[in-house]
C-alpha cells in the first residue's frame, strides 16, 4: 500500500532530522475503527520543524517530494512525491497538540515496522477539530467499535471513555453543520 510506503519513508526522513513526528488523519483512525476506510494521503503531525522549516523543505525536496506551504506561516506543508503520492505534515501549534504527540501510542503499521500514533481520544479530538462530514463519519465508526477507549488509554492519563462520551455527545450538532456545509451529496451548502 502507497500510505504505508510514504508513511515509512517520511518517518525515517524525519526521525533522521530528529523531528518528533505522530501518525493524524484517517491512517490514524483507522486504528481503532473495526473496518478501515480507504485514503490516499498520510497525515503528520510534528512537534517542530527541526533545524528550520526551510531544511526540512530542502531535505523533502532532495528526497523527491514536491512541498507547497499551505500556508503563510508555514504550519501545514502539502507533499506529493511521484511514488509515495500524497502527504501532509502539520506543525503543533499549540499546547494540545505537544500533549497528544507526547502521548501517541506506539502501533505495529507491518510486520517489521511500528510507528507512533495519535490515542483515540485524540483522534477524536482532532476530527471534531477538522469537522469535516467525513471526519464525523470516522468518529461515529471509532466509537461503534467494541474497543473500550478507557481500556485503550489504560494509565497513560488520558481521560478515556468519559472524554469520548462528551466528544460523541456533539456530534449530531457538529455533523448537521457539517452536512450543511459539506453536503455527502456534493449538492451545494445550504
Not at 523533502?60 to 506529493?80: F, I, K, M, P
Not at 468519559?162 to 445550504?190: C, L, N, T
Request: hydrophobic share 45%.
Amino acid at each position: 500500500m502507497a500510505s504505508r510506503t510514504a508513511l515509512s519513508h517520511l518517518g525515517k526522513l524525519l526521525d533522521g532530522l530528529s523531528i518528533r513526528w505522530v501518525l493524524i488523519g484517517a491512517l490514524a483512525a483507522n486504528r481503532y475503527r473495526s473496518s478501515p476506510r480507504l485514503t490516499n494521503d498520510v497525515d503528520l503531525l510534528l512537534a517542530n520543524a527541526g533545524e528550520s522549516i526551510d531544511v526540512l523543505e530542502a531535505t523533502l525536496v532532495g528526497a523527491g517530494w514536491s512541498v507547497h506551504r499551505a500556508d503563510r506561516g508555514g504550519e501545514l506543508l502539502r507533499l506529493t512525491h511521484a511514488v509515495f503520492g500524497v502527504a501532509d505534515l502539520l506543525f503543533a501549534g499549540t499546547h494540545y497538540q505537544d500533549l497528544a504527540i507526547q502521548r501517541a501510542l506506539v502501533e505495529p503499521i507491518d510486520d517489521d515496522e511500528d510507528a507512533p500514533v495519535l490515542t483515540p481520544e485524540d483522534v477524536v479530538v482532532h476530527k471534531l477539530i477538522a469537522g469535516r462530514y467525513q471526519d464525523l463519519a470516522d468518529i461515529d465508526a471509532i466509537l461503534d467499535t467494541k474497543l473500550t477507549l478507557a481500556d485503550r488509554a489504560g494509565a497513560r492519563g488520558v481521560h478515556g471513555a468519559a472524554d469520548a462520551g462528551r466528544a460523541r455527545s456533539r456530534i449530531p450538532e457538529r455533523r448537521a453543520g457539517s452536512m450543511a456545509a459539506h453536503p455527502p451529496d456534493g449538492g451545494v451548502p445550504k
